[in-house]
């Protein structure tokens, strides 16, 4: 039977909005980034659960679904261990501009191993999206030191992983009967990794347990896992080429309208540059 075709771009837009206020607070909470990684990972177990819910528990057991879901899984959980490595050795105002470009992987792989394409304007739309992305990134702070030239070899294990993802995930989403299946999945692998975040924490240095750090922590990472959630089914009825850019390019627009509600941070001109950018390269993809 032919399967429904929902709204791609609205599945989308949810996950830019999670995501954007994930970015909003995600440094407000005092805890370590590995442990914060730990947090992130059991933050997938309850969507996870809904995932299965929502398919009456029926889970796909088939290899190829499980590898190439699992696949996704390791790719994200993987470069965001990496990421924390990059930040140990070099300032984010260097890494975050590196890895943010990530989704031009997913595009020049889509377009030569998933043949996808689309029109001249939505190419237009994507130039957008890098634009926007490339505007947010540049705008950080520029007063931290490179402490080992070995920050550009984990920021370019994450900007692979993460640019793979995508192309990994539409191939899941193909190969698999429901995106449902491709979430847990991609929660399990995010699971298995704790040790590897265990292992890379200082226990040494002093640890907040109080409200502000485990417990803020999974109230911020809950909508950056229910983001994930959405991105999939996102990526299953729309191209990766396009959701890729355009979930990294609008997401930091939530942030940056929050930050400005709540903190009275105006942005700088490149980040108005960035969310005009963002917005119109959304209005492109509504017609795409």
């Given amino acids: 039977m032919k399967e429904k075709q929902h709204n791609w771009l609205l599945y989308a837009l949810i996950t830019m909005v999670t995501w954007g206020v994930w970015g909003a607070f995600s440094d407000q909470p005092d805890y370590p980034a590995t442990l914060t990684y730990v947090v992130w990972a059991l933050s997938m177990v309850p969507c996870a659960l809904v995932a299965l819910w929502n398919i009456g528990f029926k889970l796909d057991f088939r290899k190829k679904s499980v590898w190439l879901s699992m696949g996704v899984g390791l790719l994200g959980a993987g470069g965001q261990l990496a990421l924390f490595q990059a930040l140990k050795y070099g300032p984010g105002y260097l890494v975050v501009p590196m890895i943010s470009v990530a989704p031009i992987v997913t595009v020049i792989l889509s377009a030569i191993f998933l043949k996808e394409r689309v029109s001249r304007l ?109 991105l999939v089914y996102a990526n299953r009825y729309g191209k990766a080429m396009i959701v890729a850019p355009l979930a990294d390019a609008c997401a930091p627009v939530i942030s940056c309208v929050i930050s400005l509600a709540l903190y009275a941070h105006m942005p700088s001109p490149t980040q108005i540059v960035g969310i005009v950018a963002a917005i119109t390269c959304v209005l492109i993809f509504s017609k795409e």
């Fill in 122 to 230: 939505g190419y237009v739309g994507i130039l957008l999206a890098f634009v926007a992305i490339v505007c947010f990134s540049l705008s950080g702070k520029t007063d931290e030191a490179i402490k080992s030239n070995l920050w550009i070899v984990f920021a370019s294990v994450v900007f692979i992983f993460w640019g793979i993802q995508a192309l990994v995930m539409k191939l899941a989403n193909n190969a698999t009967p429901d995106a449902e299946s491709v979430f847990v999945y991609m929660a399990i692998s995010g699971v298995l990794l704790i040790p590897v975040a265990l292992l890379m924490t200082d226990w040494s240095a002093p640890i907040n347990h109080g409200w502000n750090g485990p417990w803020m922590t999974f109230c911020v990472q809950i909508l950056n896992a229910i983001g994930a959630y959405t």
